[in-house]
């Protein structure tokens, strides 16, 4: 979506267009769209694009595209290097034209809008390939292992560092499900609640952990007090004031 000027690059939840755009490249017989703006490649619908042009031993990625980081380039540091201004032309131009992301793997284009696209040597995607399986490799945590610390006593915490890997967590709490450790199948001195906070997506100051609960051992309901009419607001959450009962009310658990 365009947002204007002033607001372009910035972080938005609006995907229903990239949504759209994916469903009627479908419809046409496309594997994916590539969202261009006045004849500039900004990105694709999910995933990155690459451009390795003649001669160049480097991958072009628009620059627009790096206001949200991709999690699949980031491994490819080293042969990606972001440009402004890249237009539709220079992909016709291009000597390979690659799509990245967790949303597709990795994969070389053939066709753009029907006309088809240089088929030379796949130098690029060889090399990101490999830089692609390296990283999976170095990143591999045991499964093993990570179960194994699920049995000791679950009122210690375990921590892990899995690097840019976002889908260990929900891979092991379905490990954990199959195992009967965790949910309703777990024993039945446990309660069937499963919690799990996953931080996917771009690694950042604000989203960098993911946790899974253990199982739990008590279960706390609180019900909301039945009011016979509206009470108007006496506090501003937009100031900051959050009071969630007044001084005179009382709840009971």
């Known amino acids: 979506p365009w947002f204007g000027s002033r607001r372009s690059g910035a972080k938005h939840g609006a995907w229903g267009a990239y ?9 046409k017989g496309a594997d994916v769209a590539l969202l261009f703006h006045d004849d500039l490649l900004v990105d694709g619908d999910r995933c990155s694009v690459l451009l390795r042009m ?3 031993s480097q991958l072009l990625m628009p620059a627009e595209a790096e206001s949200v ?4 380039a980031a491994a490819l540091q080293g042969l990606v290097a972001p440009r402004c201004g890249l237009r539709r032309q220079q992909l016709l131009e291009a000597e390979e034209v690659l799509v990245v992301g967790s949303g597709v793997g990795l994969h070389r284009l053939s066709h753009v809008d029907g006309q088809p696209l240089n088929a030379g040597e796949d130098w690029g995607y060889r090399r990101c390939m490999a830089a692609m399986e390296a990283t999976r490799e170095s990143r591999w945590c045991s499964v093993e292992e990570t179960i194994a610390a699920a049995l000791v006593d679950g009122r210690r915490g375990w921590c892990w560092d899995v690097g840019a890997d976002d889908q260990l967590m929900p891979f092991v709490a379905e490990e954990l499900r199959k195992r009967a450790l965790w949910g309703s199948a777990g024993s039945s001195q446990n309660a069937p609640d499963q919690l ?6 771009p690694v950042t100051d604000v989203a960098s952990s993911s946790l899974l609960a253990g199982p739990p051992m008590l279960r706390f309901l609180a019900k909301q007090p039945q009011v016979d009419r509206t009470v108007p607001a006496r506090s501003s959450p937009l100031q900051g004031q959050l009071p969630l009962l007044r001084s005179e009310e009382t709840v009971p658990l």
């Open 69 to 72: 980081p991709s999690v699949s």
């Open 196 to 201: 799990m906070l996953h931080s996917g997506g």
């Open 54 to 56: 003649p001669g160049a």
């Open 19 to 27: 949504r759209d755009a994916t469903q009627r490249a479908r419809q």
